[in-house]
């Protein structure tokens, strides 16, 4: 694939940071060097890989190794993942958090949407994760789907101004994403922004930009005009277009806030 803009995104002029990407996924185990040409080549700056369970933290230190500090890898344990053996599961990504080096821990949260059987344990592995971070000053990556009150009302309890972070892929309201920004989290926004009746639209407008960061979650959520394909950090572009868009500024500004935002909040150089 060539660029997306004919170069607009290539020539220095805007860097975009995609957040959260799951490029060591077998989605992408036949053209991963044309992926992250592709993003490269889109003005994609940095590309940050959360983990999601024990299996997987090999496979995305191999794809971060093979791209230093282009891939950065982050740790933790999904709330999908989190079973009955959760602890051991924990245990041994202990065991990579003090020998490994990580820009954030996550993903981690909470999912009530496919199974509410483990709500328990993932509560208590969210909080672990959140010690985590407190502990090793790191930021958190929260997955809080059909749970975001549940998590702003743990992080109201003891963890708000300790811990930094994003919700990642938000979809709740404006008024949920005021709780969170107020606490001084960011909102990961992605694909979802780009879907007809997402009803982002007015959180994009309410909420400022200094409060967002860009996210694809690859090879989710793939953002109109690419949906139905699977997704890659080079459709970031078309995130920050519609954004854009419904703020009614230039793409510009949304990729300089955005990219500032989310180089601040990993801790990472702006080079």
Not at 111 to 139: G, N, V
Not at 210 to 218: K, P, Y
Not at 226 to 240: F, P, T
Request: charged share 25%.
């Amino acid at each position: 694939m060539q660029c997306l803009h004919r170069g607009r995104y290539n020539n220095g002029i805007m860097k975009l940071a995609d957040t959260h990407a799951h490029l060591y996924l077998p989605h992408f185990k036949e053209d991963l060097g044309n992926v992250i040409n592709n993003a490269r080549n889109n003005g994609v700056s940095h590309i940050m890989l959360p983990n999601i369970d024990t299996k997987s933290v090999e496979p995305m230190l191999g794809v971060c190794n093979s791209y230093p500090g282009y891939c950065l890898p982050m740790l933790g344990l999904h709330p999908t993942s989190v079973k009955k053996d959760f602890e051991e599961k924990l245990e041994l990504l202990e065991k990579y958090l003090e020998k490994g080096s990580f820009i954030a821990i996550g993903e981690t949260g909470m999912d009530a949407h496919w199974d509410t059987s483990c709500l328990d344990q993932q509560e208590t592995s969210f909080k672990r994760h959140l010690e985590w971070a407190a502990d090793l000053r790191l930021p958190v990556v929260i997955h809080s789907r059909k749970t975001t009150d549940i998590i702003t009302s743990i992080l109201k309890k003891g963890y708000a101004g300790k811990v930094k972070g994003v919700f990642h892929a938000f979809s709740g309201s404006v008024e949920q994403a005021r709780e969170i920004t107020g606490m001084g989290f960011k909102l990961g926004i992605g694909g979802v922004v780009t879907y007809p009746r997402s009803g982002l639209d007015d959180v994009i407008r309410e909420i400022d930009l200094e409060n967002i960061i860009l996210e694809t979650d690859s090879p989710y959520l793939t953002p109109v005009p690419k949906r139905g394909k699977r997704n890659e950090s080079a459709y970031l572009v078309y995130i920050a277009e519609k954004i854009a868009k419904i703020r009614g500024v230039a793409v510009s500004e949304v990729a300089v806030t955005t990219t500032g935002n989310a180089l601040e909040l990993f801790n990472l150089s702006n080079s």
